[in-house]
């Protein structure tokens, strides 16, 4: 070689690993300069006293502090120090401000907040918080502040994409407040969908299709329907009016429910091992980066209590321990939100007509500000409201034009952080249920135990009360006949406490058989599954009832595959796949191949039998939001009846089909879409090899080094141990257990908490995703909720001179 060339060839290669080195090194310095420390000291403004913060092995913090006001300042500050990008979107999206970091492509998101005015709501909430919750509110806010006062280095991600957060407001906590109550109310979302299949197949069709409760189905207390029911309603006269011009009919919605498979279990000590009552709870979410909830443990002044905090807000919420009482939630899926079509005055738009004549609409002008290349431009938008709420035509384009919502978490006294603060503090089942008297807008089963042994439980929903009876689609608003009069009394929601059969268990099902409910679709198929596993024998350990969250046991399985293995027994091309299924136990675990079909087999049979009823459309919708639970319950409703009309496709003139016919060609396009992905070799088809969870950045789609995974997770929609995949991208999963905790009352020691991927939302942070593969393997790790002031890890909190 010329020696000239080799000598620029070593000059390049030489300075190209350089540029590597360099590129590594500036890469790792970029992320890591906005890595908090653990140790040490920090002057902070505004503390009045000493604050430690001790934090475990995989980054929980327990904040120890002598006073009230300085425990939730330093909530705020250290909760900032870890996820204030994650905090501001949540704000900036109750705000309807999400265009000032993201520009156009958040416009539609901005519009739909705006409209219905969460964060009008909210500065309206905080006049209605009571001394303790304001006084926790005010101190996380100025702890918030005090962070993007005094930090250096703000999150990467405002680097990225060239923003900076504004100071935090009281009414930031409280949106983010509303925000999670609206996300567990279930109707926002079920009822744009039967309002399409009303709009496309009538009422008559709606009516066989809207909630139904099966014989026998386990409720959460009291006794059972001895036979099945269901729910019908009376369509309005009217034919449903039109959409706005080129409104395309997909209810969009920016707030996901995708948690409708969450649990808690609670056992007495009478069917435990120890004789002292254990309690679990699992509520289910998508898995983010960051989680959705940040583990904390507050001890000081009047709290001491462990378990996930909201980002954002002051306090422990969906699930947590006061060293006398824990709680988990679950979605109630009860039904408290309805549409009303109005009829705007032909002379005069904001006005509509009631049945006293015309009504002035209140009429709000508002701006979105979108950033744009070199600044920003504005969006006006006029917003109407009626008595019946917003008009949200515009941004819920399911719905007809001039059509309303109304929903109690925007009517005022939502009472979300009053009950939650107030919660965090209860010693007694008593001052526990009067604590959630206090919530408006959520709809939730919430289950109780202490350290007493009791337990118990209290169903949380806002009902109203109809003049017309049920109003599952929008119905019309200008004659009242359909409005709301009052709502079911708090003392009327079903609770327990105590129970002889010595357990109480949530699996999203009806808490009690009651009229009252609404279009309320429960879920039954985990309950079922449960009764088989306590049913089983008189006591369980604390290892067994902790195995009980990883329980994969399919009862959809169990129903499904005896009528498989009949129906196809005859086909020469099913019938290996249909001995197979019948031989199977039933258990989606990562082994299992047989899990693999089912779970396509099913998904083929909800469409095979209803998209030619209802349209491709609808059958997507049901996907888009993991709201497959209703068509696998429509499937059920009619298993026992193989001639019932839903099994005929309408398509095919000349041929009646019955529901054996529909369960061969589903096994057939099962067969096919599994071997056609991966190939006849079934061992390829094992359910740990296709079912797997990418856990997500915000910016992840961009920067995909930020996201997490893929990780192999068992279970799937229907079992306990949930799983829940998106059927545009079979077989990948996209919810699953978002936060555990297990207490044994017996010795809280031994207490474990999860909320996967990790506690820190900065990449590069050994905090950012260690609890993952933890999370998908289906364990937990020690709360240290007696042992806090042991943890080596101690930063003090200091009041400044200043």
């Known amino acids: 070689m010329n020696p000239t060339l080799r000598k620029w060839l070593k000059v390049f290669a030489v300075s190209l690993v350089s540029l590597v080195i360099i590129a590594f090194v500036s890469f790792q310095i970029f992320f890591r300069l906005a890595v908090p420390s653990y140790s040490g000291s920090l002057d902070v403004p505004g503390l009045k006293q000493l604050v430690e913060v001790r934090t475990d092995d995989h980054g929980i913090p327990h904040i120890l502090a002598r006073n009230d006001d300085d425990l939730f300042f330093a909530q705020g500050y250290i909760t900032a120090r870890e996820r204030m990008f994650q905090m501001d979107l949540t704000r900036?999206?109750?705000?309807?401000?999400?265009?000032?970091?993201?520009?156009?492509?958040?416009?539609?998101?901005?519009?739909?907040?705006?409209?219905?005015?969460?964060?009008?709501?909210?500065?309206?909430?905080?006049?209605?918080?009571?001394?303790?919750?304001?006084?926790?509110?005010?101190?996380?806010?100025?702890?918030?502040?005090?962070?993007?006062?005094?930090?250096?280095?703000?999150?990467?991600?405002?680097?990225?994409?060239?923003?900076?957060?504004?100071?935090?407001?009281?009414?930031?906590?409280?949106?983010?407040?509303?925000?999670?109550?609206?996300?567990?109310?279930?109707?926002?979302?079920?009822?744009?969908?039967?309002?399409?299949?009303?709009?496309?197949?009538?009422?008559?069709?709606?009516?066989?299709?809207?909630?139904?409760?099966?014989?026998?189905?386990?409720?959460?207390?009291?006794?059972?329907?001895?036979?099945?029911?269901?729910?019908?309603?009376?369509?309005?006269?009217?034919?449903?009016?039109?959409?706005?011009?080129?409104?395309?009919?997909?209810?969009?919605?920016?707030?996901?429910?995708?948690?409708?498979?969450?649990?808690?279990?609670?056992?007495?000590?009478?069917?435990?091992?120890?004789?002292?009552?254990?309690?679990?709870?699992?509520?289910?979410?998508?898995?983010?980066i960051p989680s959705l909830f940040y583990l904390v443990h507050l001890k000081g002044g009047s709290y001491d209590v462990i378990g996930g905090s909201i980002a954002g807000l002051p306090g422990v919420h969906a699930i947590g321990f006061n060293g006398r009482a824990a709680w988990s939630i679950t979605v109630g899926n009860g039904d408290n939100v309805d549409f009303f079509v109005e009829k705007p005055n032909p002379s005069n738009p904001d006005q509509y007509l009631t049945e006293n004549g015309y009504r002035n609409f209140?009429?709000?002008?508002?701006?979105?500000?979108?950033?744009?290349?070199?600044?920003?431009?504005?969006?006006?938008?006029?917003?109407?409201?009626?008595?019946?709420?917003?008009?949200?035509?515009?941004?819920?384009?399911?719905?007809?034009?001039?059509?309303?919502?109304?929903?109690?978490?925007?009517m005022g006294h939502d009472g979300s952080l009053n009950g939650l603060l107030t919660l965090n503090r209860a010693r007694t089942f008593a001052q526990f249920r009067s604590s959630l008297g206090m919530v408006r807008g959520a709809s939730i089963h919430i289950g109780y135990a202490d350290v007493d042994g009791n337990i118990g439980y209290q169903y949380m929903s806002t009902l109203p009360v109809r003049r017309g009876g049920e109003n599952p689609i929008a119905m019309p608003g200008e004659k009242g006949a359909h409005d709301w009069i009052g709502f079911v009394p708090y003392e009327r929601h079903p609770y327990d406490y105590n129970p002889k059969k010595g357990y109480l268990a949530s699996f999203n099902q009806m808490p009690a058989v009651a009229n009252h409910y609404g279009t309320a679709f429960f879920l039954f198929e985990r309950s079922f599954r449960f009764d088989e596993m306590v049913n089983a024998k008189e006591r369980f350990t604390v290892d067994e009832i902790r195995a009980m969250q990883n329980d994969t046991g399919s009862y959809v399985a169990k129903r499904f595959v005896p009528l498989i293995a009949a129906a196809c027994a005859k086909d020469a091309s099913l019938a290996p796949h249909a001995k197979r299924l019948a031989a199977w136990d039933r258990f989606v675990s990562i082994e299992s191949g047989e899990a693999t079909l089912f779970n396509a087999f099913i998904t083929k049979l909800i469409a095979n039998t209803f998209a030619d009823e209802?349209?491709?459309?609808?059958?997507?919708?049901?996907?888009?939001?993991?709201?497959?639970?209703?068509?696998?319950?429509?499937?059920?409703?009619?298993?026992?009846?193989?001639?019932?009309?839903?099994?005929?496709?309408?398509?095919?003139?000349?041929?009646?089909?019955?529901?054996?016919?529909?369960?061969?060609?589903?096994?057939k396009d099962a067969v096919a879409q599994v071997a056609g992905r991966f190939g006849n070799n079934e061992k390829k088809w094992a359910w740990g090899r296709v079912h797997k969870m990418l856990i997500k950045h915000p910016l992840g789609e961009v920067l995909p080094f930020l996201n997490l995974g893929p990780y192999v997770y068992a279970g799937d929609d229907f079992t306990i141990h949930a799983g829940w995949w998106d059927r545009y991208n079979p077989f990948k999963m996209k919810s699953g257990a978002a936060i555990r905790l297990v207490v044994d009352m017996a010795d809280l020691s031994t207490m474990t908490v999860m909320s996967p991927p990790g506690q820190s939302g900065h990449y590069l942070s050994p905090y950012y995703g260690d609890l993952a593969e933890t999370w998908a393997k289906g364990g937990q790790v020690s709360a240290h909720y007696t042992s806090a002031e042991k943890l080596g890890k101690v930063l003090k909190l200091v009041p400044s001179k200043q």
């Open 92 to 288: 900036l999206a109750g705000r309807g401000e999400l265009c000032t970091l993201f520009g156009e492509k958040t416009l539609e998101t901005d519009r739909y907040f705006k409209t219905l005015g969460f964060y009008r709501a909210a500065l309206d909430e905080y006049k209605n918080l009571t001394p303790p919750t304001r006084l926790a509110v005010d101190a996380y806010t100025r702890g918030v502040n005090a962070y993007l006062a005094t930090t250096k280095r703000l999150p990467r991600e405002y680097f990225i994409l060239g923003g900076r957060p504004a100071e935090w407001k009281a009414a930031d906590c409280l949106v983010g407040a509303l925000l999670m109550s609206y996300r567990l109310s279930a109707p926002r979302q079920t009822k744009a969908i039967l309002q399409r299949i009303y709009e496309h197949a009538g009422a008559e069709t709606l009516n066989k299709l809207l909630p139904w409760v099966p014989a026998s189905a386990p409720v959460v207390s009291g006794e059972r329907n001895r036979v099945s029911s269901a729910l019908r309603f009376r369509a309005p006269e009217a034919r449903p009016a039109r959409r706005l011009e080129g409104a395309s009919g997909d209810p969009y919605c920016p707030v996901l429910m995708r948690q409708r498979a969450s649990n808690w279990m609670i056992f007495s000590g009478s069917r435990t091992a120890t004789g002292k009552a254990v309690f679990t709870g699992s509520p289910d979410l998508e898995a983010v």
């Open 362 to 410: 209140t009429v709000i002008h508002d701006s979105i500000k979108i950033k744009v290349k070199g600044g920003f431009r504005e969006e006006k938008l006029t917003i109407r409201v009626s008595r019946h709420g917003p008009v949200i035509s515009a941004v819920m384009k399911a719905f007809p034009a001039n059509c309303t919502m109304l929903w109690p978490g925007l």
């Open 614 to 667: 209802l349209g491709d459309a609808i059958i997507d919708e049901f996907y888009r939001d993991l709201q497959v639970s209703i068509p696998v319950q429509w499937l059920i409703r009619y298993l026992e009846e193989p001639d019932n009309a839903f099994w005929d496709n309408i398509k095919t003139k000349d041929v009646r089909e019955t529901r054996d016919d529909m369960i061969v060609k589903s096994m």
